[in-house]
């Protein structure tokens, strides 16, 4: 089980669009908002085409707390 969680900011290189969101594995979460991986069709980043990279990271030692500062990079 992993006890790090990472909160992350992706950029579109097309849209230049961003998501903001959180995860346990980001290498894998990147592959996956870039169709590497398999990923859901109605998501943000799947409609969104194009290469998604990060642009920005933060690393939690709770997934409690890097759901509190994803909520907050959000609504700021």
Same mark, same amino acid.
């Given at each position: 089980? *992993?006890? +790090?969680?990472?909160?992350?900011?992706?950029? *579109?290189?097309? &849209?230049?669009?961003?998501?903001?969101?959180?995860?346990?594995?980001? @290498?894998? %979460?990147?592959? %996956?908002? *870039?169709?590497?991986?398999? @990923?859901?069709?109605? &998501?943000?980043?799947?409609?969104?085409?194009?290469?998604?990279?990060?642009?920005? #990271?933060?690393?939690? *030692? @709770?997934?409690? #707390?890097?759901?509190?500062?994803?909520?907050?990079?959000? +609504? @700021?």
């Amino acid at each position: 089980m *992993n006890d +790090t969680f990472c909160v992350y900011v992706i950029q *579109n290189h097309l &849209s230049k669009k961003i998501y903001i969101g959180y995860t346990s594995d980001l @290498s894998v %979460r990147l592959k %996956r908002h *870039n169709q590497i991986l398999p @990923s859901k069709k109605s &998501s943000f980043t799947y409609k969104n085409h194009g290469i998604w990279k990060v642009v920005y #990271k933060e690393i939690f *030692n @709770s997934k409690e #707390k890097a759901q509190d500062r994803e909520k907050e990079l959000k +609504t @700021s």
